[in-house]
């Protein structure tokens, strides 16, 4: 089964700061997608890349997919308070349009005022 | 309703007891999820069901059943309790087999 490593696994940074979480598959990713967690609350769904090369922004958050499709990285530029939580990635298992999502252990963030 | 729901929030319950946990999507989705997640371990799929009328074991199904007899609930069932079950439980739903995982808000389950 896909195998997600995500690094690092916590992150403290000043506010204003920029910042890059990374999720490396075992496999090709076929869909990678990327949630966020608050304590206590649900995912939310942030973005989801599928082909190679691709990136995409949502405000100040841009993620993209390397061109083998093996690694994903998550991008916050000017970091805010209310970009704490827990960062999860989740791959797309076995690749023939599966929708069973294998996830990784998450990438708690701070952000210190 | 708006989107997907979870009940209870919290509960407490002692070991050898049966517990089900409600999840309702009002979105049509046809596709639902139960995951437990577990500090260290991320997010684990338990069991899925494609649409309505049939469901899957995911990675970790053990000591748990779902069923999915209408498009709108997904309930999952702890026949009987262990503590190794204490967890905080999530429910998704997505429209297709391609669009993203909508999460409910949680059940924290700590079985005594």
């Known amino acids: 089964s896909q195998e997600l490593e995500q690094s690092p696994q916590s992150l403290i940074v000043q506010e204003g700061k920029n910042l890059t979480i990374n999720c490396t598959s075992s496999?090709?990713?076929?869909?990678l997608y990327w949630y966020k967690q608050k304590y206590g609350e649900g995912l939310i769904f942030l973005m989801m890349?599928?082909?190679?090369?691709e990136e995409k922004s949502h405000e100040k958050i841009t993620a993209k997919l390397d061109e083998k499709k093996q690694q994903s990285s998550l991008h916050i530029t000017a970091s805010q308070p209310s970009h704490a939580g827990i960062y999860l990635c989740?791959?797309?298992?076995?690749?023939?349009?599966?929708?069973?999502?294998?996830f990784g252990k998450g990438t708690k963030l701070s952000v210190i005022p | 309703i708006a989107g997907i729901t979870q009940a209870p929030t919290s509960q407490i319950l002692a070991a050898g007891r049966r517990m089900t946990l409600r999840c309702t999507q009002d979105?049509?989705?046809?596709?639902m999820y139960w995951y437990r997640q577990d500090l260290g371990l991320g997010l684990r799929l338990i069991h899925y069901?494609?649409?309505?009328?049939?469901?899957g074991k995911g990675e970790v199904p053990d000591g748990y059943s779902v069923s999915r007899a209408n498009t709108d609930d997904f309930p999952l069932t702890l026949a009987s309790a262990v503590p190794s079950q204490t967890s905080v439980y999530f429910c998704?739903?997505?429209?297709?087999?391609?669009?993203?995982?909508?999460f409910g808000p949680g059940t924290r389950l700590t079985v005594l």
């Open positions: 890349l599928q082909k190679g090369g």
């Open positions: 989740g791959a797309d298992n076995a690749g023939a349009g599966s929708y069973q999502l294998t």
């Open positions: 496999k090709t990713l076929y869909g």
């Open positions: 979105m049509r989705h046809n596709a």
């Open positions: 069901s494609n649409t309505a009328g049939t469901t």
């Open positions: 998704a739903s997505s429209k297709g087999l391609e669009d993203e995982q909508f």
